[in-house]
């Protein structure tokens, strides 16, 4: 991954926007160990601190074409194998951000949806997400069912684990609906163990999560 000119090697940095660790690394093994069979890696390569700098306090939107991911070096391409069937499927739609929200949960295998909420006059995609993870949860809890739930959103899935939600909208009194739901998921994660897994929606692998709205 480094290159020489007349004989000399000539510096790169790596960009690691996602992986195990991020940050500016000066030697393509370092940034290696963070990236390589990590799902949804994201890095690059740039020939001087100044631009990897600038690239990684940017972060990768703005680099899109250019950042590099593991399925375009030969030989990183983790095994992430098929989505499971037997499972639902949740998602979030939000008109801006913070804005009218909704969120709804489907079978995986054939998109049949199972629930559906909102719109909320207003709230955040990341809390759609939480409170449909834990909706789908509760409901196959009631129905004793252990399969899994996918979601695609990294934060949301780590509210649930950690059983607290971390954001910055206001509570007032547009958005009253939704603490008041959001207030009632995390009492419920308190109270209620479940054997469900809750697993991450890959989406550059698989495309589209089976509950997204279509409104991109």
Known sequence: METYLCGVKKQKFYVVWQGRQTGIFQRWDEAEMHVK????????????????TEAYREGPPKFARKAGTLAAVPG?????????????SVD??????????????VETANKRVVFSMGPF?????????????VHALALLKRHDNAMPVYSDSRTAISWVRKKEVKTNLPRTPRTAE???????ALTWLR???YPNKILKWETEYWGENPADYGRK
């Open 178 to 184: 939704l603490f008041g739901l959001v207030d009632r």
């Open 92 to 105: 979030a739609a939000c008109a801006g951000n913070p804005g009218v929200l909704e969120y709804r949960g």
């Open 191 to 193: 109270q209620n163990p």
């Open 37 to 52: 069979d990590f799902p949804g890696a994201r890095f690059k390569s740039f020939e001087s601190l100044t631009e990897a």
């Open 76 to 88: 990183k391409l983790p095994l992430m194998g098929k989505p499971i069937q037997e499972s639902l």
């Open 121 to 133: 006059l207003e709230g955040t995609i990341n809390l759609g997400e939480f409170l449909a993870i």
